[in-house]
């Protein structure tokens, strides 16, 4: 019995590690059916630009960088782009030798504390840390980039009304505004000034950093630099468009408070009673840890608690 819990609890890790890297690979497919729309507009869906994408790029993937794990691993999920959007230095090799670090850790010592054996098994929980870190890092840096767009896209817009060409907006917006946004329009006016084509450098930005509103403004500027037009009113309209989103998020934020809440106390209160009830009374938990049919409801209550939090994040999550 305890060789099935030691399986079953890798299994979770594993799955967890693998729900998180799923999650984000389909986070940032987000919105594609519009993103594949645009793209066609401005004329970008075309074999050659398919196949640049796919091409390593120098500045981004130094020599020797590369290993054969990280082109393993490139077929399915970008690693080191997703580890560029947290802003890390850390590689994609270093990540996956610090979740293997610590799952091992996690595994060995309660064996060497003389623990119960099956906190051995829950020690590969510790796995997936390093990278549930960067997630949330990555999440709250494309967050702020988001909420800086509006006033970055304002910016711009003023500069191209006051004479200057687009790739000098460019670059007031990146002496002007803050991390991250003012970097990502820095490395993309560094990108031109060295002979790369405007919208190459756009379209790269857009892919470093998977914002819908930054598609239409890369759309916006392509096509605009193609047939011509009043850009700097194109992007005040833009601008106008993500505060009104903003406006709606915070809205729905709002109103899906207590969701959210009900759901963290759902989620954490079953192990914070476990904790407590083990430091009371062990006796009286230790028949799910010791007894067959406790192993059984702690199977079920665990798949219960992931069950219960795609459900509560599927009625929260409210695309806008």
Known sequence: MLTLLIIGASFIGVACLVGGVASIAFR?????????????????????QAKKKDEINLLTNPLGETNPFEEWLAKSFNLRLFLQQADTKVSPAKLALMCAGLAGA??????????????APLGLLLGPIPFLYFYMKRGRRLGKFAKQLPEALELISRALRA?????????????????????EFNRCYEAQNLGQPLEDAIEEMTDRVPNLDLRFFATAVILQRQTGGDLAEILDKIGHLVRERYKIYGMIQSLTGEGRLSGAVLLGLPPVLAIVMWRLNPGYLSMLFTDPMGHQMLAA???LQ?????????IINIKV
């Open 28 to 48: 940032s497919e987000g919105g594609s059916a519009v993103e594949d729309r645009l793209d066609m507009l401005a004329g970008l869906s075309n074999p050659a």
């Open 106 to 119: 996690g595994v060995l010592l309660p064996i060497m504390a003389r623990l119960p054996m099956v906190f």
């Open 163 to 183: 004479g200057h060409s687009l790739a000098a907006g460019f670059k007031l917006c990146a002496d002007e505004m803050g991390s991250p946004i003012g970097d």
């Open 301 to 303: 209550g665990v798949v």
């Open 306 to 314: 992931i069950l219960g939090a795609l459900v509560i994040r599927k």
